[in-house]
């Protein structure tokens, strides 16, 4: 399980989250929620090494990843605007992180068609990317997130760069996906609806704190 204790982010004279405590367990999807500016991504982004914590640590079960780094922490990460590599296309980028571990290329041509079925993209190995829609091509890099089958998936607002009416539907889908997958999630999100729809539970977060942790329907009820 991953845990978070008493972490601390500054980035100069700006203190961006302040005494974290946060566990996520296996097999959990846990929304982090608050208002633009509140710390959400500075947290992820410390948990997933890329910003390293004033105070605090970060744990994988009993292991400390202070000096672990972003590509060895065993983690998948997706950002909002997906950010494929626009020269391959859909099957290279989703199996880019096999090829990295040397996986054999037939094993790897059906890892790929099988992670493109789960995210609803079956047969679009060789379309190029810069031709998908948003919504495809988020899906695209979720299915490269998963490829290595990450022990923690780190989700950065993963829908908010799509249309209102695509990110409902896009939000089911990827609550079905995770589900499926059986992952072990943290997503970052400022939009009630999709902590809901994605998340076991759900911590609020207000000015560099988690203000309050709970089940969806918990957190609802005590705004
Ligand atoms: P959220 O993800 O909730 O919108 P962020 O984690 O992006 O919030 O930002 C938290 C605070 O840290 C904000 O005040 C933001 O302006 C500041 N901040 C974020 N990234 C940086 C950075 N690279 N340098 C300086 N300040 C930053
Ligand atoms: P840098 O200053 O070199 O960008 P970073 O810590 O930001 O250092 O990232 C190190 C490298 O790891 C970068 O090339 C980045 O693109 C890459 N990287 C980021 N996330 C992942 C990931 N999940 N798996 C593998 N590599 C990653």
């Known amino acids: 399980m991953l845990s978070v204790t008493e972490v601390t982010v500054r980035y100069g004279s700006l203190t961006a989250v302040s005494d ?11 929304a982090l929620l608050g208002p633009s500016g509140c710390g959400k991504s500075t947290l992820l982004r410390a948990i997933a090494g890329l910003e390293p914590p004033a105070r605090g640590v970060v744990r994988w079960d009993d292991t400390d990843l202070a000096a672990v780094p972003v590509h060895r922490r065993g983690f998948g990460l997706v950002f909002q605007d997906g950010q494929l590599f626009p020269h391959r296309d859909v099957a290279g ?16 041509r059906t890892r790929v068609a099988e992670l493109l079925e789960l995210v609803g993209l079956g047969g679009y190995e060789h379309r190029r990317v810069t031709e998908l829609s948003g919504g ?7 299915a490269r997130a998963l490829a290595p089958r990450p022990r923690l998936l780190l989700l950065d607002e993963p829908l908010s760069a799509l249309d209102r009416a695509l990110r409902e539907q ?5 609550a079905g996906v995770l ?11 400022h939009d009630h609806d999709e902590a809901f729809t994605l998340a076991d539970r759900v911590a609020v977060m207000r000015a560099g704190a988690v203000v309050q942790t709970g ?6 009820r005590r705004p």
């Open 170 to 174: 896009l939000a089911m889908d990827l």
């Open 179 to 189: 589900r499926v997958a059986d992952a072990t999630a943290l997503v970052v999100t």
């Open 136 to 142: 495809e091509q988020q899906r695209v890099a979720l």
């Open 215 to 220: 089940p969806p329907d918990e957190v609802w």
């Open 20 to 30: 974290i405590d946060l566990a996520v367990a296996d097999g959990e999807v846990v």
């Open 93 to 108: 980028n989703v199996a880019f992180g096999l090829r990295m571990r040397h996986m054999p290329t037939a094993d790897r």
